[in-house]
T-cell receptor
Framework: DAGVIQSPRHEVTEMGQEVTLRCKPI?????LFWYRQTMMRGLELLIY????????DSGMPEDRFSAKMPNASFSTLKIQPSEPRDSAVYFC?????????????FGPGTRLTVL | GENVEQHPSTLSVQEGDSAVIKCTYS??????FPWYKQELGKGPQLIID?????GEKKDQRIAVTLNKTAKHFSLHITETQPEDSAVYFC????????????FGPGTRLSVLP
């Protein structure tokens, strides 16, 4: 298995532009997580899905952020409009939910820079 | 909600020595505690985990201990090697079907040759 796949790996954009990050979870996993990592705030959970349904989006910082999971093999995280403070590494992770204590497998991350 | 603290934030040890990283959590309902290792430019990777019905778990040079009463758990790495140098994160979860992890701030471990 190729593991969790994220694209792009790096994104540089200007303030005000729309940014879309993409994730393909491991086949067969039914839980998907979006995290943001910064030096100041560490690893923060933004939102997670179970069976393509958003379960908890309380970590989404504001309305500029939105996430979708149209099917079991694809998810997007969108920022519109982007701001310099959104600069971070965004990770997608997947796991086999429904079982106590299942490993989350992380993708390589997308490094976002908003100028 | 759950809050996870982690100490120390940085740790330097000589190759061959042991390293210990400690975490505390606030929510007594948490019952699953994974440890992740993150190398530069990569995503975190699970190295060991422990469930609340177990007090200790060992996997070769790595061990984790859990004290539910005190709400703290620790990672022990023995016979450290340069390739152990990385950032280590602890996490706590209530282990529900959603697997909502709360991560500690991380410990940067440097193993000096």
């Amino acid at each position: 298995d190729a593991g969790v796949i994220q694209s792009p790996r790096h994104e540089v954009t200007e303030m005000g532009q729309e940014v879309t990050l993409r994730c393909k979870p491991i086949s067969g996993h039914n839980s998907l997580f979006w995290y943001r990592q910064t030096m100041m705030r560490g690893l923060e959970l933004l939102i997670y899905f179970n069976n393509n349904v958003p379960i908890d989006d309380s970590g989404m910082p504001e309305d500029r952020f939105s996430a979708k999971m149209p099917n079991a093999s694809f998810s997007t995280l969108k920022i519109q409009p982007s701001e310099p403070r959104d600069s971070a590494v965004y990770f997608c992770a997947s796991s086999l939910g429904g079982v106590w204590g299942n490993e989350q497998f992380f993708g390589p991350g997308t490094r976002l820079t908003v100028l | 909600g759950e809050n996870v603290e982690q100490h120390p934030s940085t740790l330097s040890v000589q190759e061959g020595d042991s390293a210990v990283i400690k975490c505390t959590y606030s929510d007594s309902a948490s019952n699953y505690f994974p440890w992740y290792k993150q190398e530069l430019g990569k995503g975190p990777q699970l190295i060991i985990d422990i469930r609340s019905n177990v007090g200790e778990k060992k996997d070769q040079r790595i061990a984790v201990t859990l004290n539910k009463t005190a709400k703290h758990f620790s990672l022990h790495i023995t016979e450290t090697q340069p390739e152990d140098s990385a950032v280590y994160f602890c996490a706590a979860s209530m282990g529900n079907y959603g697997q909502n992890f709360v991560f500690g701030p991380g410990t940067r471990l440097s193993v000096l040759p």
